[in-house]
């Protein structure tokens, strides 16, 4: 009988130790495992920030390139760089491979990838201003043939229509608006944007009272609707000079100034030639207040 008791004792402990070995192996976490858990949380928290770091700062190497692309170069005439040149050198698929016998292989390649693109980018950059610098010592007197300044003073206007297909405001059909309507005072003091020659001064059907300059290497401004024109054809201006002031002559619903940018004939979008005249700030607020304006005064 003490035996059996015994031997029944001996069975329930055996029991008991495989329950209490079943709950502590598969119910806690030991130790080793807790800091693993611990610092794969921890990796995993600090990969989202920096991945959303990458993610604005690559953002913002988009609205670099866009300037480049769009504004500088237009200054320059010169072609941009290719997305080819922009990324050469990304295409190194030994050193990604080397990177999946890593732990965590996928997140630390797909992060790898993304900062050697943004550090080509940058350096693409870097190599695209050098370019443009070099250019501008080399082209100073074409600078100052390039439209890059307001044709009336900030605090003398609100943008009243931008470039671009907008509704006629008298014949009510969609038409394309070749260069930005400002909206100001009749006398507004009109100045020119780049040196260059006056070849017309004098009233323009359409556009009344009307100023064009031919600034050499293939631009033309025009100013349109002016209340008096300052200027006489064949004279030389310089930018900055006053030439007219405001009015609201030929085909205009109220006082304002027309103002065209031309490259080989064709219309260009004006807010792309005003970088000596805006901080960045103000150059963002014009290109707003441009694509937003839709109040087409001609």
């Given at each position: 009988?003490?035996?059996?008791s015994?031997?029944?004792?001996w069975?329930?402990?055996?029991?008991?130790?495989?329950?209490?070995?079943?709950?502590?192996?598969?119910?806690?976490?030991?130790?080793?495992?807790?800091?693993?858990?611990?610092?794969?949380?921890?990796?995993?928290a600090?990969?989202?920030?920096?991945?959303?770091?990458?993610?604005?700062?690559?953002?913002?190497?988009?609205?670099?390139?866009?300037?480049?692309?769009?504004?500088?170069?237009?200054?320059m005439?010169?072609?941009?760089?290719s997305p080819?040149?922009?990324?050469?050198?990304?295409?190194?698929?030994?050193r990604?491979?080397?990177?999946?016998?890593?732990?965590?292989?996928?997140?630390?390649?797909?992060?790898?990838?993304?900062?050697?693109?943004?550090?080509r980018q940058?350096?693409?950059q870097?190599?695209?201003?050098?370019?443009?610098?070099?250019?501008?010592?080399?082209?100073?007197d074409?600078l100052?043939?390039?439209?890059?300044?307001?044709?009336?003073?900030?605090e003398?206007?609100?943008?009243?229509?931008?470039?671009?297909?907008?509704?006629?405001?008298?014949?009510?059909?969609?038409k394309?608006?070749?260069?930005l309507?400002?909206?100001?005072?009749?006398?507004?003091?009109?100045?020119?944007?780049?040196?260059?020659?006056?070849?017309?001064?004098?009233?323009?059907a359409?556009?009344?009272?009307?100023?064009?300059?031919?600034?050499g290497?293939?631009?033309?401004?025009?100013?349109?609707?002016?209340?008096?024109?300052?200027?006489?054809?064949?004279?030389?201006?310089?930018?900055?000079?006053?030439?007219?002031k405001?009015?609201?002559?030929?085909?205009?619903?109220?006082?304002?100034?027309?103002?065209?940018?031309?490259?080989?004939?064709?219309?260009?979008?004006p807010?792309?030639?005003?970088?000596?005249?805006?901080?960045?700030?103000?150059?963002?607020?014009?290109?707003?207040?441009?694509?937003?304006a839709?109040?087409?005064?001609?």
């Amino acid at each position: 009988m003490r035996l059996a008791s015994w031997g029944r004792l001996w069975s329930m402990a055996v029991v008991l130790a495989a329950v209490l070995f079943f709950v502590v192996f598969y119910c806690f976490d030991s130790p080793t495992e807790e800091n693993l858990r611990a610092e794969n949380a921890e990796l995993k928290a600090q990969y989202g920030i920096l991945n959303r770091r990458l993610d604005n700062t690559l953002k913002v190497m988009d609205r670099i390139k866009d300037r480049d692309d769009n504004f500088y170069r237009v200054m320059m005439q010169m072609d941009p760089m290719s997305p080819l040149q922009r990324h050469s050198g990304l295409d190194n698929e030994a050193r990604y491979r080397e990177l999946q016998q890593l732990s965590d292989a996928g997140l630390v390649t797909y992060l790898t990838q993304r900062m050697d693109l943004l550090e080509r980018q940058l350096f693409a950059q870097v190599q695209s201003f050098d370019q443009l610098r070099d250019a501008v010592g080399k082209q100073k007197d074409k600078l100052s043939h390039i439209p890059s300044v307001l044709p009336i003073k900030v605090e003398d206007y609100t943008m009243s229509s931008g470039y671009g297909y907008r509704r006629d405001p008298i014949y009510g059909s969609s038409k394309f608006h070749e260069g930005l309507d400002f909206s100001a005072s009749i006398g507004t003091p009109v100045y020119a944007t780049a040196d260059g020659e006056i070849t017309v001064a004098k009233r323009e059907a359409g556009y009344g009272n009307c100023i064009d300059i031919d600034h050499g290497y293939n631009y033309l401004t025009r100013y349109a609707h002016l209340s008096e024109i300052l200027v006489k054809e064949g004279s030389q201006v310089k930018r900055g000079q006053m030439i007219g002031k405001v009015g609201s002559t030929g085909k205009s619903t109220g006082p304002h100034l027309h103002y065209e940018v031309r490259f080989k004939g064709e219309a260009q979008n004006p807010v792309n030639y005003y970088f000596m005249d805006l901080t960045p700030e103000e150059y963002v607020e014009m290109i707003q207040m441009a694509d937003n304006a839709g109040h087409v005064m001609d």
